[in-house]
């Protein structure tokens, strides 16, 4: 089994923002995750489905629960945008390093906080990033 | 759009955030605190997040900034209540708050300002 059903937001205000945390907590909760790693998915999501409405200029945000198969459950959570993507992606991913005016934690902050983080993005072609967290 | 309060509690301000906050929300408070700041000539900021369930880096920014405003509008902020899972996530985002003062709790952060009737310990100001 690897969807349990999936609940999809669409980003494009900052109360969407809001709705993506509700979301994952509540996936989050739901898998049992840690206090501690459920703050953490939590957190990434925050800062992902902000560089979305940001950088992207809106998309959405597909959270589902995942299992395993080894007793595992986790969340997966995927972020897409149709934004003008990401020329540089070492660079995006770099602590620090802002293409806007926050702090440049965005991206590298949220991969520190999750299991697994994949990212697609290219010029002109919009930008999609998964991540995963496990139980323990 | 929801608003935080913040209240007045002698020359203090306190500003306890239970609402899921919002990046706008988040740039309203800077101001509103700002502006009460001046208004009151309040010496001391205490922003209570015991009912927060997450700081990522844009709201963790605006702590160290309304820090950073109160100081040159000469109050002290100090952020009280973060839970445990806060703190450990915000370490590993990367963002120590290294220019927030911080208390476990109310209590401490208003001894922290010296207010009296708490049984106030040595004021303690940096």
Known sequence: MTDAGATEIPIGSGDDVVRVRQAVREAAGAAKLSL???TKIVTAAS?????TLIYGGGGHARVERV?????????????????PGIPDLDLALTDGWTSGNGLGLGLSGARRLVDEFSLDSAPGAGTRITVVKWGR | MERVPVLKIGDIL???????????????????????????GARGVI???????????????????????????????????MRPAVAITLVELGLSLGGVR?????????????????????????
């Open chain 1, 36 to 38: 501690v790693d459920q």
């Open chain 1, 47 to 51: 800062e992902l489905a902000r560089n």
């Open chain 1, 67 to 83: 299992d395993s198969g080894l007793g595992r459950a986790g969340i997966r959570i995927l972020f897409a945008d149709e934004g």
């Open chain 2, 14 to 40: 306190l500003v306890s955030i239970q609402i899921d906050l919002q990046d706008q929300s988040v740039l309203n408070l800077q101001e509103d605190l700002a502006d009460r700041i001046v208004a009151t």
């Open chain 2, 47 to 81: 922003i209570d997040i015991t009912a927060v369930e997450i700081v990522d880096s844009f709201i963790g920014r605006m702590f160290a900034t309304i820090a950073s405003i109160s100081r040159l509008l000469d109050a002290e902020t100090i952020v009280v209540g």
């Open chain 2, 102 to 126: 911080t208390a476990l709790d109310l209590e401490k952060g208003l001894r922290l300002l010296g207010v009296d009737g708490l049984a106030a310990g040595p004021r303690d100001r940096r």
